[in-house]
């Protein structure tokens, strides 16, 4: 069997293949064919939009996510350290990448720690649940939420990315009771994630069950795993079978009404194949609290903190202008009829 790369090789793999290669899903996010309804009179001065809201007890200038992408390596370091500053400049929530490598090699911690350029951001940690299956607690959930001060925990979902990885870590079976057990015991919130191939209604009702307080969609139309996986295959049997998935998942915009469905009551951050402010703002208008890109705002952070600023402030401005096209003076007003699908 070949030798299994390091967290950390596999962590700067996933940097340089995400910046250099094309790793898109064959699927779109499925927000092409929603359109707002225009308003010619929308009755609102667009510079009064108001798009803040309140998550886990923090205040946020926006439903803006930087998605969770990166961490144990000097490059992810410079990276989170200028994601989290935009984070806090533009009052935006912010998931760090999985922070397995960091709970196995500590040293590692600190390209994780970005607390300390933002004091104030609403800011998740993060660990692949199957890991519970592989002798990982509510102890390491514990030292993951410290290690960054998290205002709440990702537990990520990535059966099909495990599945054609070589030796990917495979046995998800009876997770679900382990996820309850974090949730029951864990001081801060859990959040379940996939990573890009979306969320059935089944498994929206099964992680509502295990006590989850919100669900990042994650669905297909953006970066594939399987894609990345493929451009790092260490032989052609490896490469061909995660070649094989790139069409598959369930699209964004399905995911969001997949757990509106399901579990109504249920927070959704919504993530796949987003590509602006209006696709973030047909994300709410379809039942979500927020709306993550993680691609878009890696490109950005390689090159500086100014121009994830940047990206934030137009992503936030393509929002406010959405709304008021609209007619929808704020979040929870854009949530009532006023999208139509093509």
Not at 226 to 252: K, Y
């Amino acid at each position: 069997m070949p030798k299994v790369a390091p967290i950390d090789q596999r962590k700067a793999d996933h940097i340089k293949i995400n910046l250099e290669e094309d790793v898109r899903s064959a699927l779109t996010s499925g927000l092409e064919h929603y359109h707002f309804i225009h308003e010619a009179l929308p009755e609102l001065d667009l510079n009064r939009i108001n798009l803040s809201l309140s998550l886990f007890g923090k205040p946020l200038q926006a439903p803006i996510l930087i998605s969770s992408m990166t961490g144990g390596t000097a490059e992810a370091e410079a990276i989170n350290l200028r994601l989290a500053e935009a984070a806090e400049a533009c009052g935006i929530a912010m998931g760090v990448g999985s922070q397995r490598a960091a709970i196995e090699h500590p040293e590692q911690a600190r390209t994780f720690q970005v607390r300390k350029v933002a004091p104030n951001a609403l800011l998740f940690a993060n660990l692949g649940a199957v890991q519970f299956n592989y002798g990982y607690g509510i102890d390491q959930c514990r030292k993951a939420v410290e290690m960054i001060q998290a205002d709440a925990l990702y537990l990520h979902l990535n059966p099909l990315q495990e599945a054609v990885q070589d030796a990917g870590d495979v046995n998800f079976a009876g997770l679900a009771n382990k996820i309850e057990a974090v949730c029951k015991k864990l001081e801060v919130p859990v959040i379940a994630k996939e990573v890009g191939w979306g969320i059935s209604e089944r498994t929206a009702k099964l992680l509502a069950n295990c006590g989850v307080q919100a669900i990042d969609v994650a669905g297909a139309g953006g970066t594939s795993w399987s894609q990345v996986e493929m451009h790092r295959a260490p032989d052609e049997f490896t490469r061909q079978l995660a070649a094989t998935f790139c069409g598959w998942g369930i699209p964004t915009a399905d995911s969001i009404l997949n757990v509106q469905n399901a579990v109504p009551e249920m927070k959704i951050f919504a993530s796949g194949g987003i590509k602006d402010g209006l696709d973030v703002a047909k994300c709410v208008a379809l039942g979500a609290t927020l709306g993550g890109m993680a691609g878009k705002f890696l490109k950005a952070a390689a090159i500086s903190t100014e121009r994830t600023v940047e990206l934030i402030k137009l992503t936030k401005r393509q929002i406010e202008v959405s709304l008021f096209a609209c007619g929808s003076a704020d979040l929870e007003s854009a949530r009532h009829g006023k999208l139509i699908k093509a």
